[in-house]
């Protein structure tokens, strides 16, 4: 390593250091040295979609921003996939990605373009003003809830510029020239990046221009009157609760909007426990909710949605045709299936801030509780909105006339048995369907949800690391259809790496998708044994009694990995058909 990307490397992962404290990945061997001496824990991650998947997870987890590390070309390509699911999360994460060397020809692949499409943005580095630049970007990151890539060009990290990095004196707002941030690539959206050009056009005394209003300045959004008006003559109010609500930190204001309005809530399958009162909570609202608990949600007048998309037929039927809803988002949203564009109102803004608005005018007007949620009977522990069906009379002994398992009594024995300090990673499917059902979470950031944003798999393996790095006392759980299993490299690592950790396979043995085969031969792989092979615990569940081997890890400590290859049904849809 030359003394000259020694600077620079420690330049940069000193200013890292500052936004972030883990990493994931690797790729120069002088910033990995680097990021270790200025105090980042790094884990190794086999691949570059891995090291964002854990970066993602541990961000979630921790509530911070976490660094990924990729190689140039092949590395960041590989990644697309992690990296789209982080932004479409909203996942605050620093991609630290070679980028092609300024001395070598432009390759065909351009990594900033790529980003771009994904809906993330770049941040060039060079040996001039790298922690502003790095500050700009982590700014960024946590005010939009995005990744961003911070892209180091491959001849810096070797060194071979032949200069050491130039910092200016300060890293504060307006302590360097223009032609400084242009060497960091100039974002004109950024109100960060227009105070320090302003600042420095008109010189240290001049009077800056304030950073632009966030929406959280937000004082009396369009249509808060006819939502409040709409909510004083509510009778039976309901507040349903998603992930933008989550992002927000609005989980004071959801609470104290329920208890004004005496009202029911629900969730969104990706922020469980978000409202601070479980006993007046329906739970999982949708596709994956409880039926009889569905069944009420039909009967609100006045339905508060906060932060969730509703998108598709996720929330068809659980809305009444009469239901006001009243939609708290970011964005421009359309009316949820079955619900009439003229029987919603749309308060857009940051959730936080609007919740504010609106329980001041209610407030103001003197709202008072309805009383519905006292009236509703059955949301008592065991009661008839709360108990699962588990297959129990349909299926005796969790046997289907297939002979595999069925999925409802597996999932709930499981949630019997798991330990209760622990953080589950779902993937997209089956995954998230089973672990949202039968193991309630205590909080948003104890169920991380992959895949559900952009619709892909394989990345939970990657995500235990991540949680468990973020979260290291506590058991891991991963809960994956057989597609999650498919990188014997990234199943390696988490069985090497992870001191706690029980990876539950919904294994359907699916019929190939090779048409050529005949439909009877079915893909059946036995990843119990393969987790055998690899230093796991690995248990073939086809019978309900065999899950008593988790019951036994739990038991003596939890310590290492159990893998349960569960041999369920296709039978049993974890979708069921729309309700009404």
């Given at each position: 390593?030359?003394?000259?990307?020694?600077?620079?490397?420690?330049?940069?992962?000193?200013?890292?250091?500052?936004?972030?404290?883990?990493?994931?990945?690797?790729?120069?061997?002088?910033?990995?040295?680097?990021?270790?001496?200025?105090?980042?824990?790094?884990?190794?991650?086999?691949?570059?979609?891995?090291?964002?998947?854990?970066?993602?997870?541990?961000?979630?987890?921790?509530?911070?921003?976490?660094?990924?590390?990729?190689?140039?070309?092949?590395?960041?390509?590989?990644?697309?996939?992690?990296?789209?699911?982080?932004?479409?999360?909203?996942?605050?994460?620093?991609?630290?990605?070679?980028?092609?060397?300024?001395?070598?020809?432009?390759?065909?692949?351009?990594?900033?373009?790529?980003?771009?499409?994904?809906?993330?943005?770049?941040?060039?580095?060079?040996?001039?003003?790298?922690?502003?630049?790095?500050?700009?970007?982590?700014?960024?990151?946590?005010?939009?809830?995005?990744?961003?890539?911070?892209?180091?060009?491959?001849?810096?990290?070797?060194?071979?510029?032949?200069?050491?990095?130039?910092?200016?004196?300060?890293?504060?707002?307006?302590?360097?020239?223009?032609?400084?941030?242009?060497?960091?690539?100039?974002?004109?959206?950024?109100?960060?990046?227009?105070?320090?050009?302003?600042?420095?056009?008109?010189?240290?005394?001049?009077?800056?221009?304030?950073?632009?209003?966030?929406?959280?300045?937000?004082?009396?959004?369009?249509?808060?009157?006819?939502?409040?008006?709409?909510?004083?003559?509510?009778?039976?109010?309901?507040?349903?609760?998603?992930?933008?609500?989550?992002?927000?930190?609005?989980?004071?204001?959801?609470?104290?909007?329920?208890?004004?309005?005496?009202?029911?809530?629900?969730?969104?399958?990706?922020?469980?426990?978000?409202?601070?009162?479980?006993?007046?909570?329906?739970?999982?609202?949708?596709?994956?909710?409880?039926?009889?608990?569905?069944?009420?949600?039909?009967?609100?007048?006045?339905?508060?949605?906060?932060?969730?998309?509703?998108?598709?037929?996720?929330?068809?039927?659980?809305?009444?045709?009469?239901?006001?809803?009243?939609?708290?988002?970011?964005?421009?949203?359309?009316?949820?299936?079955?619900?009439?564009?003229?029987?919603?109102?749309?308060?857009?803004?940051?959730?936080?801030?609007?919740?504010?608005?609106?329980?001041?005018?209610?407030?103001?007007?003197?709202?008072?509780?309805?009383?519905?949620?006292?009236?509703?009977?059955?949301?008592?522990?065991?009661?008839?909105?709360?108990?699962?069906?588990?297959?129990?009379?349909?299926?005796?002994?969790?046997?289907?006339?297939?002979?595999?398992?069925?999925?409802?009594?597996?999932?709930?024995?499981?949630?019997?048995?798991?330990?209760?300090?622990?953080?589950?990673?779902?993937?997209?499917?089956?995954?998230?369907?089973?672990?949202?059902?039968?193991?309630?979470a205590s909080a948003p950031e104890r169920l991380i949800a992959v895949g559900a944003g952009f619709e892909s798999t394989g990345l939970g393996l990657s995500a235990l690391a991540?949680?468990?790095?973020?979260?290291?006392?506590?058991?891991?759980?991963?809960?994956?259809?057989?597609?999650?299993?498919?990188?014997?490299?990234?199943?390696?690592?988490?069985?090497?790496?992870?001191?706690?950790?029980?990876?539950?396979?919904?294994?359907?043995?699916?019929?190939?998708?090779?048409?050529?085969?005949?439909?009877?031969?079915?893909?059946?792989?036995?990843?119990?044994?393969?987790?055998?092979?690899?230093?796991?615990?690995?248990?073939?569940?086809?019978?309900?009694?065999?899950?008593?081997?988790?019951?036994?890890?739990?038991?003596?400590?939890?310590?290492?990995?159990?893998?349960?290859?569960?041999?369920?049904?296709?039978?049993?849809?974890?979708?069921?058909?729309?309700?009404?």
């Amino acid at each position: 390593m030359t003394r000259s990307a020694t600077a620079f490397t420690r330049t940069l992962a000193h200013s890292l250091a500052r936004h972030a404290g883990r990493a994931f990945g690797g790729s120069s061997g002088a910033l990995q040295a680097a990021l270790a001496e200025a105090g980042v824990h790094r884990t190794a991650i086999p691949d570059a979609a891995g090291a964002v998947a854990a970066a993602d997870a541990c961000a979630r987890v921790a509530g911070a921003p976490a660094i990924a590390l990729l190689g140039f070309g092949s590395g960041f390509t590989d990644a697309t996939t992690a990296i789209a699911e982080a932004a479409q999360a909203r996942t605050p994460l620093l991609i630290v990605a070679e980028d092609e060397p300024g001395t070598a020809p432009a390759r065909e692949v351009d990594q900033e373009m790529l980003a771009a499409a994904l809906g993330v943005r770049s941040y060039p580095l060079s040996a001039v003003d790298v922690g502003r630049a790095v500050g700009r970007a982590a700014s960024y990151a946590l005010r939009a809830a995005r990744p961003v890539v911070l892209a180091v060009p491959a001849d810096l990290l070797r060194g071979d510029d032949g200069a050491a990095p130039h910092e200016h004196a300060s890293e504060g707002e307006g302590s360097a020239p223009a032609a400084a941030l242009a060497a960091g690539g100039i974002d004109l959206d950024d109100p960060a990046t227009i105070a320090s050009l302003s600042a420095a056009t008109l010189g240290a005394d001049s009077p800056r221009p304030r950073e632009a209003p966030g929406a959280r300045s937000l004082a009396a959004p369009l249509g808060l009157d006819a939502a409040v008006n709409a909510l004083l003559g509510a009778a039976r109010p309901l507040v349903v609760a998603g992930r933008g609500a989550h992002l927000a930190g609005a989980a004071p204001e959801l609470g104290a909007l329920a208890q004004a309005l005496g009202a029911l809530t629900a969730t969104t399958a990706l922020v469980p426990g978000i409202f601070p009162d479980p006993r007046t909570d329906l739970g999982v609202f949708g596709c994956f909710g409880q039926a009889a608990a569905m069944s009420v949600t039909a009967q609100a007048d006045v339905a508060v949605v906060v932060g969730a998309s509703l998108e598709g037929d996720s929330s068809r039927g659980l809305f009444g045709a009469e239901t006001t809803v009243i939609r708290i988002d970011e964005g421009v949203v359309g009316a949820p299936e079955g619900v009439d564009h003229a029987r919603q109102i749309l308060l857009q803004g940051d959730a936080k801030a609007v919740l504010d608005a609106l329980l001041g005018s209610l407030a103001a007007a003197g709202a008072l509780p309805s009383g519905w949620r006292e009236s509703v009977f059955g949301l008592e522990a065991g009661g008839a909105l709360r108990v699962r069906d588990t297959g129990a009379v349909e299926h005796p002994g969790g046997v289907c006339a297939d002979l595999r398992l069925d999925p409802r009594a597996v999932a709930s024995r499981i949630g019997e048995l798991l330990p209760l300090d622990r953080y589950v990673v779902a993937e997209n499917g089956s995954g998230l369907a089973w672990a949202s059902m039968f193991w309630p979470a205590s909080a948003p950031e104890r169920l991380i949800a992959v895949g559900a944003g952009f619709e892909s798999t394989g990345l939970g393996l990657s995500a235990l690391a991540g949680v468990a790095a973020a979260a290291p006392s506590t058991s891991v759980v991963l809960s994956t259809g057989a597609d999650g299993l498919a990188s014997l490299s990234r199943l390696e690592s988490a069985v090497r790496s992870i001191p706690s950790c029980a990876i539950v396979v919904w294994n359907e043995g699916r019929a190939a998708d090779d048409p050529a085969m005949a439909p009877s031969i079915a893909v059946d792989t036995d990843f119990a044994a393969v987790a055998t092979a690899l230093g796991a615990r690995g248990v073939r569940v086809e019978r309900l009694e065999a899950l008593d081997a988790l019951g036994s890890w739990v038991a003596a400590g939890a310590y290492g990995t159990i893998l349960l290859d569960c041999r369920v049904s296709p039978i049993v849809g974890w979708n069921p058909p729309p309700a009404g």
